[in-house]
């Protein structure tokens, strides 16, 4: 994958967040609308679609894979499925860019494929762990191998079938639990994967609208395969993951209120409201309904003083990638912020533990990395010169800074935006942020 141009992100102060926002489509379930989608019989038709790099590279893929996708055009997408068994070899490499979500969820896809895949990515994806995919895929009887790191290249080898098995996550990840039920798609007799704590459930509710036999019963999520999917629409909502910076900065701006409409508001992905009312954030959800088997709804924050907490470790899976933003919060409340448990933030674009904590740093605020968390004191934001090591949500975390810093903040490593909230900074000027974007800062 191309590495993409250098930007920085340059933030002054005195800037506020009001008004009416909508965020773009929710990344997760974009992913997930087109990977079932072209493998479902007959036509998706997906709306809302998150034309962001990471989906986009999903969708490439499934071209790839020899599936017609129209779109996407205003967030309009329409699949033309080709059944379980009609996805082609690929002519080359799938180069999946930035997004660990593509490159796990696509492993389970193809492991059960009659054709070889290899799976690739940019700088960042290639230093992530594999292992927890490939190794209970392998146990599926898939072949599929990662370099002797555990890292991708992920080369797959075509398999005549796969047998499913009954496999407890050694960790709360979505993307691990995702990928086994795609695979057990393909495979004979009954996939269950058995979860440590609740993760997003957009797959096993996608499964459920296209037809598959899948069960869901407390902790255990559970597919047959041998069946097929039947294709349909998917209304993809705005992504709660997008609205976390806005919600922070609405809470410590001072100014407002910030009303974020059609918002996904998934039990499974609503961590970042539950920890920020804990911390006194003042976040009011209203009409709330059910958009096609997601639930929706309207976000409008108030300023507000916010104090400091230990965060509970069963928040965590349910926030995972809200806490770049949360960290933000925490250095904005009274008192100490304590996070233990969330070791996976370790692995994800970059490690945000020790990024965030370098960063907050850099603005004069206490912050002291443990080897599953972090403890910050609040305290007065300096402007400074920081780092956000081309991890998108760092980028967009330490902008919502700017809000609340004596002086300016400028944020190199920002190329990344784009894979989840193209548009963010036009969208941050509109609400008020007082953000610029350069070409260059590595
Ligand atoms: O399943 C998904 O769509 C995702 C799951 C999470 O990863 P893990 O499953 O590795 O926790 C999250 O960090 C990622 O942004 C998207
Ligand atoms: C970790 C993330 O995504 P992925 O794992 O798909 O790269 C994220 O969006 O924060």
Aim: proline residues 6%.
């Amino acid at each position: 994958m191309t590495e993409k141009p250098e930007r920085r992100f340059v933030v002054e102060p005195g800037g506020a967040l009001s008004g009416t926002l909508q965020v773009p489509g929710d990344k997760s379930i974009s992913h997930r609308a087109v990977m079932l989608g072209a493998i479902a019989e007959g036509e998706t038709a997906v709306s809302g679609f998150l034309d962001g790099d990471d989906a986009m590279a999903t969708l490439a893929a499934m071209r790839a894979l020899g599936v017609a996708i129209d779109g996407p055009e205003q967030g309009r997408l329409r699949i033309q499925g080709v059944g379980l068994r009609g996805l082609q070899a690929a002519a080359g490499a799938l180069d999946l860019g930035n997004s660990g979500t593509s490159m796990r969820l696509l492993a389970g896809l193809l492991a059960g494929q009659r054709f070889a895949s290899r799976l690739v990515g940019d700088r960042s994806l290639m230093k992530r762990p594999m292992r927890r995919v490939t190794e209970p895929l392998a146990r599926m009887g898939a072949n599929i191998h990662t370099e002797p790191s555990g890292t991708a290249p992920l080369v797959i080898e075509p398999v005549a079938a796969l047998e499913g098995i009954d496999y407890p996550l050694p960790v709360a990840s979505a993307q691990v639990k995702s990928a086994l039920l795609l695979a057990g798609l393909y495979a004979s007799g009954e996939t269950r994967v058995t979860e440590p704590a609740v993760t997003r459930d957009h797959t096993e509710r996608m499964l459920e609208a296209f037809g598959a036999d899948v069960r869901v019963a407390g902790s255990q999520v559970s597919v047959r395969g041998g069946g097929s999917l039947q294709g349909g629409a998917v209304v993809v909502p705005g992504d709660i993951s997008s609205a976390a910076f806005f919600l922070v900065g609405a809470s410590i701006a001072g100014t407002g209120p910030l009303t974020l409409t059609n918002l996904g508001l998934n039990p499974t992905r609503t961590g970042v409201i539950d920890i920020l009312q804990r911390m006194g954030a003042r976040i009011h959800v209203e009409r709330e309904r059910s958009g096609a088997g997601e639930p929706v709804a309207t976000l409008t924050v108030e300023p507000s003083r916010l104090q400091g907490i230990a965060i509970p470790p069963d928040r965590v899976p349910l926030a995972i990638d809200e806490f770049p933003a949360l960290f933000i919060a925490a250095a904005c409340a009274e008192g100490e912020t304590t996070l233990t448990g969330a070791e996976e933030l370790r692995v994800k674009e970059s490690d945000r533990i020790a990024v965030m904590a370098d960063g907050l740093g850099a603005l004069g605020i206490q912050a002291e990395p443990t080897p599953d968390g972090i403890r910050i004191v609040g305290g007065p934001v300096r402007g400074g010169h920081i780092q956000a090591r081309g991890d998108h949500r760092i980028a967009m975390a330490f902008a919502m800074a700017g809000l609340v810093a004596d002086a300016p903040i400028t944020i190199d490593g920002c190329s990344e935006v784009d894979t989840s909230f193209p548009g963010f900074v036009d969208r941050a000027r509109e609400a008020g942020l007082r953000i610029r974007s350069e070409e260059g800062g590595a």
